[in-house]
């Protein structure tokens, strides 16, 4: 079995290619120890002790290293521990479950604990729809994902996840390219904000 590695926007994280689907629907991240005690894998990543993020995408696994650490000496260690976990063919998660809970229509879609206004819920059907097939798209490609949040008074809420989160890139992306996107074919978006 070979990994691929490959860079992300973000310096600190790297993006693992098993070359093998990793999960079955939606994407999963940790972004603590204790996150990381539902997953076996995530958990092994953590105590490499150098890793404080691991994310789950349909294909991949990005890993977030800690400030001040080289990937030199980081990179062979989660390889090795990616290689261990998938010639095993252990389970993803405790209880043998590989599908995620970061995908669209869950909890997440919440905003401040309330539903989007049923009002607008054609606006909000072309958001989602250019999200997942526009932008979520290429922001796996950076090995991360990005999840809606909410749509109030021509505001669109996201939270970006993966290399993306934390990657000093992301706030460009937010404003430039995806606000840009939105505002150009849902004319009453007015701003796009990290959640």
């Not at 010639?87 to 869950?106: C, H, K, M, Q, Y």
């Not at 996201?158 to 996107?181: F, R």
Request: net charge negative; glycine share 10%.
């Amino acid at each position: 079995m070979y990994i691929e590695t490959e860079a992300t926007p973000n310096p600190s994280t790297l993006k693992f290619l098993p070359g093998r689907q990793v999960m079955t629907a939606g994407t999963r991240e940790f972004t603590s120890p204790e996150a990381a005690e539902a997953s076996p894998l995530a958990q092994m990543l953590f105590d490499l002790g150098d890793v404080t993020g691991v994310f789950f995408g349909a294909d991949f696994v990005s890993v977030t290293a800690a400030p001040g650490v080289e990937w030199a000496s980081l990179k062979p260690q989660v390889v090795a521990v990616l290689l261990d976990h998938f010639i095993s063919e252990a389970p993803l998660f405790n209880g043998g479950d590989a599908t995620g809970f970061s995908v669209p229509g869950d909890v997440d879609d919440l905003l401040d604990g309330q539903a989007d206004d049923p009002a607008h819920a054609d606006v909000v059907a072309q958001i989602r729809d250019l999200i997942d097939t526009r932008v979520r798209p290429a922001v796996a490609n950076d090995g991360g994902d990005i999840i809606y949040r909410g749509f109030r008074e021509g505001v669109v809420y996201l939270t970006m996840q993966g290399a993306c989160s934390g990657c000093p890139s992301s706030s460009a992306t937010l404003k430039h390219g995806i606000e840009g996107l939105l505002k150009h074919y849902v004319p009453e978006v007015t701003e796009v904000r990290a959640a």
